[in-house]
């Protein structure tokens, strides 16, 4: 599986980005999919998952309310709309695909995408 993120750039405190992660393969609809941000200086942190079916979803406490995840299996896609962006929203942001992902941590990823940066100037 190849994971290429895209949609990253600059954006002033309070606008809005999509991301999207498109993913190679025939086998997308097994893989719970996330989105991990890395700040500069700091360790990588969960941001978002969303089950094989999309019906379930999962946020961090820092992103919540503002970022909603989706996918579309059809496109072998899964997007990150990010809203309201803060200046500590600034990182790169990866997306990882795994068959027993654990929301809210870095468990169980199979596969990691090159990130897109995401700057927020405030």
């Known amino acids: 599986v190849q994971l290429q993120a895209s949609g990253g750039g600059l954006v002033q405190d309070g606008g809005s980005l999509r991301l999207s992660c498109a993913s190679s393969g025939r086998t997308f609809t097994q893989y719970i999919m996330a989105w991990i941000r890395q700040a500069p200086g700091k360790e990588r942190e969960f941001v978002a998952a969303?089950?094989?079916?999309?019906?379930?979803?999962s946020y961090a406490d820092a992103v919540k309310g503002r970022f909603i995840i989706s996918r579309d299996n059809a496109k072998n896609t899964v997007y990150l709309q990010m809203n309201s962006l803060k200046p500590e929203g600034t990182a790169v942001y990866y997306c990882?695909?795994?068959?027993?992902?654990?929301?809210?941590?870095?468990?169980?990823?199979?596969?990691w995408g090159k990130g897109t940066q995401v700057t927020v100037s405030s």
């Open positions: 969303i089950s094989w079916s999309g019906g379930g979803t």
């Open positions: 990882a695909a795994g068959r027993a992902l654990v929301f809210h941590s870095l468990d169980g990823i199979d596969y």
